[in-house]
């Protein structure tokens, strides 16, 4: 019979003690943790040699299903603090996970997710290092849910931020669109596809420093949520210019270009977990580009647009004959709107 | 006496810029009256000294009114004349000109015509030439009041014989704006396509009709943007600019030198003579002749030549040399809005044109060539730009005190619309939203028009559905300026706009609606939110939802509009499960599309909204029925080349139709009559007859019924599905034979470009109702 969370794991007893040290103090190998106070004591000075900010991120994580082929709800957690940290400069440092388990969940199942978070952190090279659990009456959520917050040091001489992108910028992304949108709905059982479609679920930050190594880059943002759609309209608001993508730019994977040719899904609105936006001056965007593909995370990045001035901030999609479109900030659902 | 010692006639309507001042003075002087006239900020001002008999001088002046002025009020009043004038003047005008009417760009007159034809005449073969009754207006003019520094015409200092006939009340050309001749006026040029001169002048005009009648193609501007044209008759030629256009199939405009021209290529009746005759000078949707001359490709598959006259000078005189019918396609590339500035067209429209015949005019205000149709003797505006912009659009009885309202319009040929001292002024037809060149000018358009008409806006209305950009914008305005918005429901605002086109009062009592397009934002009486086949029970201010077609998904969104086999999957899937074990040699096309990942979004509901749209119908039979099945080039393809497929089985398209009745309208047995009649070998055509005619009986069987059941008998048809005249008919010789009153459109087009002018009259109505949204 499979072993399942109770609420008594959750209650502060002793089946509590017994999940955290055989399963969470195990698997994350992090001295804080191991020492069981109610917080993580971090020395500074080691913080202050890299930089002189520290950045400081949260995210809660909530999918369906909990596992899905390229990831699982574990890596994606760690993932995506770790990725809001590194697109603004910062180096990752160590995170919090707060686990909100539904009754019935297997133990065997949370041990595979835990050790997937385990081993995402140790390849953005980040600790986990103060956690909590809690457990909840069946129906109160699904399956599980993870929080995570992270701190970062950024380094003196880095200032990315939207109000940094400048007319002319050349807008990157890393690689292909919509991945993690296309697995989520394949994982459903929604589509049945052939092939192996996979989350791009993947942590950022080795892929950043190669990029800040090789040039200036303005401004980053991870294109989660939205996808890049979203990311383009906030960064257009925020820093007050026309972006304007050319389509024929975008990479996208072959499957999920024919997944979206069918369904009318846009790529550039679907949900990635290991993609960025990242807005480079033109004369460093060669480089930068470079140096991104020269990197595993970034064998298929691409110049997708520009940035442009305007007395109307907007995002543009040029299609293939010039034709235009304007991109708009998601807004819950595709409506179809042709009379 | 009672110390006034004269008569002052108000005059308001479009009187101004268009020879009513003169026009009085000459009629004075005739009548040897003593006094004068003046422009005002209402109108015209009349003011006559006793002894004088008013009546009828009012009557003489409605009897000869100029050919361009409209009179919407005379108001007849005593008045004092400080001193007694000895003779009749035209006086300086007073005040702004913000409550007087524009006039919309009107075709060239017979005399202007005779002059230019005249070698003796100062004005032989000037292609500018105009006068107070023809000529240039909306489109020239930058701001008011209506006068010449103020609009396009402002670069171009009248010569001394022009300031002659400008300053001359007895002269034709009497405060004529735009007045121009060979010396002091505009003049043509022609290029190559990247701009290099090759002549000037009337050489630019010869070298232009030479390279048209080699077949080559000749951008050329116009009033209100500019003309791709070609050789009609040459077919490589049409060809070649469907290539270098990158449009397949969309049919091209043609334009004739004159009536007799016209009558070689389509059967036109009287009515449709008037409409290509009028001042207007619209595209009239004609039945060609099969024995014309037209080159195949000019609109290839449809039932319908659209044809316009030549209507400015430069196109008689084109059209005179030329001796041919042109194709004339509005000067836009492929997928990109209409051009009006020169150094744009020359980037767009070179690539496509071998020449660019161009003048030193600019073009002001973008107005697109009008489409019309005379659909059982009534003319049907189905675009309303040059000719008919900025007329403004009598409101019925109810509306009087109607005004500060703006309605912004719907996505898709957008037209906005403001209410203004009981008047709706409808914008030209914009086209899509999406566009952002086009969202750019609407934003502009907006500030324009409320600048040209003195207009602030009081109250906004929208379409509500969520992701329309204008809906969008709409609240963004409202928000920033403080002003109420007022959504509103797609279809109830296409039901009001044929309410107010019939003007049908404010307070009377509801109508039926019989409400047919692609798609509109519903009400909440149903799950589907979106409609585009409903039945409703409606006025100005409530509309309740009786009935609609099944909803059916909308694989892949928008998607679906343009890919006809679509909807075919979504229908066949509904209706008649088993189809694809059917031998039918049209539905082996359909079984090669991915079905497998259609429907498992479907199934999923991802991006496959469900929607009762009889534009989504018409496309699922003409994908089964016509080879409009992968892709429609342009919008309404498939309906139009359905329809034109089932013209083709009616034997006498002037008789009256062949009907059916049936008590409700039921998909699933029309779709098994259609595919039962494909395997039983009956013709594609006598299957889209029958489809039709299925179609229009059940809604006539539901609409009977719904009229009875609530003792109605006005019925409202709406909806860009009514453009076709096919089915229209049916349903009108339907609902005539059961003695209902059905109202269509004719002002404002059925489709959305129709639609802001619903949208405004709601608001209001419910503005007086006390409903603040
Ligand atoms: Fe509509
Ligand atoms: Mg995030
Ligand atoms: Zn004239
Ligand atoms: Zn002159």
């Not at chain 1, 930089?51 to 957690?77: M, N, Q, W, Y």
Request: some cysteine; glycine content about 8%.
């Amino acid at each position: 019979m499979t072993e399942r969370i109770t609420l008594a794991h959750g209650s502060g007893g002793q089946a509590m003690q017994r999940l955290i040290r055989d399963c969470f103090l195990t698997q994350f190998d992090s001295a804080e943790l191991a020492l069981m106070e109610d917080q993580a004591q971090l020395p500074l000075a080691p913080m202050v040699e890299q930089g002189d900010r520290l950045a400081f991120a949260t995210d809660s994580f909530v999918v369906d299903p909990i596992e899905f082929p390229g990831g699982d709800i574990g890596k994606l957690a760690v993932c995506g603090t770790v990725n809001d940290l590194a697109v603004g400069g910062a180096l990752p440092h160590s995170l919090s996970v707060g686990f909100i388990l539904e009754e019935g969940l297997p133990l065997e199942q949370l041990e595979r997710l835990v050790r997937s978070m385990a081993e995402t952190a140790r390849a953005a090279g980040v600790r986990i290092v103060t956690g909590d659990t809690k457990v909840v009456h069946k129906g109160s959520c699904d399956k599980i849910f993870i929080n995570t917050s992270g701190i970062g040091v950024i380094p003196a001489a880095r200032q990315l931020g939207a109000r940094q992108v400048r007319p002319g910028d050349k807008i990157l992304v890393n690689g292909t669109l919509g991945d993690h949108g296309a697995a989520i709905l394949q994982a459903r059982g929604e589509l049945a596809l052939s092939g192996t479609l996979e989350s791009d679920c993947q942590p950022l930050n080795g892929l950043i420093e190669a990029m800040l190594a090789a040039g200036t880059v303005h401004a980053m943002r991870d294109a989660t949520r939205g996808g890049v759609a979203a990311v383009c309209n906030e960064i257009a608001e925020v820093a007050g210019h026309r972006l304007q993508l050319k389509e024929t730019t975008l990479p996208i994977h072959p499957q999920v270009r024919g997944i979206s040719e069918i369904l009318g899904l846009d790529p550039l609105l679907m949900a990635n977990e290991g993609k960025l936006v990242a807005f480079v001056p033109a004369e460093h965007a060669d480089a930068v580009l470079a140096a991104m593909r020269a990197h595993p995370s970034g064998y298929d990045a691409a110049i997708i647009g520009d940035v442009s001035t305007t007395d109307n901030p907007q995002v543009l999609v040029e299609g293939l004959y010039g034709t235009c479109r304007q991109l708009l900030m998601p807004v819950g659902e595709q409506l179809p709107r042709i009379c | 006496m009672d110390g006034y010692n004269g008569i002052a006639i108000r005059v308001r309507g479009q009187v101004q810029g268009v020879g009513f001042r003169p026009f009085i003075w000459q009629l004075a002087r005739e009548a040897e009256l003593c006094g004068e006239v003046f422009n005002d900020s209402e109108g015209v001002l009349i003011r006559l000294a006793q002894p004088v008999d008013a009546d009828a001088f009012v009557r003489r002046m409605r009897e000869q009114l100029p050919p361009l002025a409209r009179l919407d009020e005379v108001i007849l009043s005593p008045c004092q004349l400080a001193v007694s004038p000895e003779a009749f003047a035209i006086t300086p005008s007073v005040g702004g000109s913000a409550n007087t009417r524009i006039a919309p760009d009107t075709a060239t007159c017979a005399e202007c015509q005779r002059e230019m034809t005249d070698p003796k005449d100062r004005r032989h073969r000037y292609p500018f030439t105009n006068c107070t009754h023809c000529g240039p207006r909306f489109t020239i003019i930058r701001q008011v009041p209506y006068d010449r520094p103020f609009t396009s015409m402002a670069p171009f200092p009248l010569c001394p014989r022009c300031q002659a006939e400008y300053d001359n009340p007895a002269d034709r050309r009497f405060h004529a704006q735009p007045n121009a001749c060979p010396t002091c006026g505009p003049q043509l040029r022609l290029t190559g396509p990247q701009g290099s001169e090759l002549a000037r002048e009337d050489d630019a005009l010869q070298q232009a009709v030479s390279a048209l009648q080699a077949g080559e193609i000749v951008a050329l501007k116009a009033l209100g943007g500019y003309h791709l044209a070609v050789d009609a008759t040459n077919d490589a030629a049409v060809m070649r600019l469907r290539e270098r256009k990158r449009r397949p199939s969309k049919p091209f405009a043609l334009m004739a030198l004159d009536l007799t021209m016209a009558r070689t290529l389509a059967h036109i009746s009287p009515a449709e003579a008037e409409q290509l005759q009028s001042a207007a000078a619209p595209i009239v949707l004609l039945a060609p002749k099969p024995e014309g001359e037209i080159a195949p490709s000019v609109a290839p598959g449809m039932a319908r030549l659209g044809l316009m006259l030549a209507s400015n000078p430069l196109q008689h005189r084109l059209m005179a040399l030329a001796a041919r019918p042109l194709v004339m396609t509005s000067g836009n590339a492929s997928g990109r809005p209409p051009c009006i500035d020169d150094a744009v067209a020359l980037e767009e429209l070179g690539p496509i044109a071998d020449k660019l015949l161009l003048h030193n005019r600019a073009i002001v205000n973008r107005a697109d060539d009008s489409i019309l149709m005379v659909e059982s003797g009534v003319p049907q505006l189905l675009r309303r730009a040059r000719g008919f912009v900025p007329t403004p659009i009598p409101l019925p009885p109810g509306f009087e005190a109607a005004d500060g309202v703006l309605a912004h319009g719907p996505d898709l040929k957008n037209t906005f619309c403001l209410l203004r001292r009981g008047e709706a002024l409808l914008s030209p037809h914009l086209g899509d939203l999406a566009d952002p060149d086009l969202f750019s000018a609407y934003r502009h358009n907006l500030d324009h028009f409320a600048s040209l008409f003195d207009f602030t806006p009081a109250l906004r209305a929208c379409d509500s559905h969520p992701g329309y950009l204008s809906h969008q914008l709409a609240e963004q305005l409202a928000r920033e300026s403080g002003t109420p918005l007022m959504p509103v429901d797609h279809h109830h605002a296409h039901l009001a706009a044929c309410l107010a086109d019939n003007g049908q009062p404010l307070d009377s009592a509801p109508v039926l609606g019989l409400l047919l397009d692609g798609l509109g934002w519903g009400g909440t009486d149903t799950e589907h939110r979106l409609w585009g086949g409903e039945i409703l029970l409606a006025n100005y201010r409530h509309c309740h939802y009786l009935e609609g077609l099944p909803a059916v998904a909308l694989p892949g969104g928008d998607l679906a509009a343009k890919a006809p086999w679509r909807n075919l999957v979504a229908h066949l899937d509904a209706a008649c499960p088993d189809w694809e074990g059917r031998t039918i040699p049209a539905l082996a096309r359909l079984r090669q599309q991915p079905l497998d990942l259609l429907r498992q979004g479907i199934a999923a509901g991802l991006n496959s909204p469900k929607a009762s749209s009889a534009g989504r119908l018409f496309d699922a039979a003409a994908a089964l029925l016509t080879g409009v099945f992968e892709l429609q080039y342009f919008e309404g393809e498939a309906a139009m080349t359905l329809e034109a497929l089932a013209w083709q089985a009616v034997a006498r398209p002037d008789a009256p139709l062949p009907m059916l009745s049936r008590p409700a309208l039921s998909l699933n047995p029309l779709w098994q009559t259609l595919l039962d009649g494909l395997e039983q070998g009956a013709t594609p055509a006598e299957l889209a007859l029958r489809f039709h005619q299925e179609l229009a009986a059940g809604l006539v069987g539901r609409l009977v019924h719904h009229a009875q059941a609530h003792g109605i008998e006005r019925v409202a048809l709406s909806g860009g599905v009514l453009q076709n005249r096919l089915l229209q008919r049916l349903l009108l010789q339907g609902l005539r034979a059961h003695q209902l009153l059905p109202l269509t459109h004719a002002q404002v087009p059925a489709n959305d470009g129709g639609l802001a002018l619903g949208q405004a009259v709601i608001a209001w109505a419910r503005h007086l109702e006390g409903h603040n949204p």
